[in-house]
């Protein structure tokens, strides 16, 4: 593990040394948005949306879901500093659909090791004894990604922290040719009210 720890670093050395002006960037974003999306890797939301250092803030999660602590974000980039449009974006072939919340549960219950992708899902490479906890967790999967980014922005629409005001809009990365394709239902939800 020390070798990536030790790119990483040698990474961040050549980084600060160009660093410059990005020191004076102001706390609120220059742009007023934000993003929430997934943690996928294939996912870069500063290449997809266009982004330089300081013009949005972006929220990740696994599936990109409007879980709570989202949410405090959400609010937080708003209320405070001052973000005025947000954008809920998942993505096509999302790992959060390739299982469910009784199967994450029980491949905990099984394993706390790292499970492998099968032809037939998720499976633990070993049963070594895990917890039973993971099977009251809420993973927030789904197997609609459409779906989905309405439910999120249905939630994030209605929840009595976020400003009436705020378009919302519901967007699905493509993995395969990096477009992003607006859900119209979700943006329909997401319209600013009041």
């Known amino acids: 593990m020390s070798g990536l720890k030790d790119e990483i670093l040698a990474a961040n050395a050549a980084y600060a040394d160009d660093f410059g002006a990005k020191g004076g960037l102001a706390l609120p974003p220059a742009r007023g948005f934000a993003i929430l999306t997934c943690m996928d890797a294939r996912l870069d939301p500063a290449e997809f949306a266009g982004l330089e250092e300081g013009d949005a803030h972006v929220v ?6 409007a879980s709570d602590d989202a949410i405090r974000s959400l609010v937080i980039s708003h ?6 449009e947000w954008f809920v974006v998942h993505h096509t072939d999302c790992g959060m659909a390739a299982f469910t919340d009784h199967q994450m549960g029980a491949l905990l219950e099984g394993s706390l090791n790292t499970a492998e992708l099968t032809a037939a899902g998720f499976a633990n490479t070993a049963d070594e004894g895990g917890a039973v906890e993971g099977r009251f967790v809420n993973w927030l999967t789904f197997d609609d990604p459409e779906a989905a980014v309405v439910a999120d922005v249905t939630r994030l629409r209605a929840h009595p922290l976020v400003n009436p005001s705020i378009p919302i809009h519901g967007l699905i990365y493509d993995v395969h040719t990096g477009r992003l394709h607006e859900v119209e239902a979700a943006t329909a939800v997401g319209r600013p009210r009041g």
């Open 79 to 84: 209320k405070l500093l001052g973000t005025h």
């Open 60 to 65: 990740r999660n696994a599936g990109g879901r």
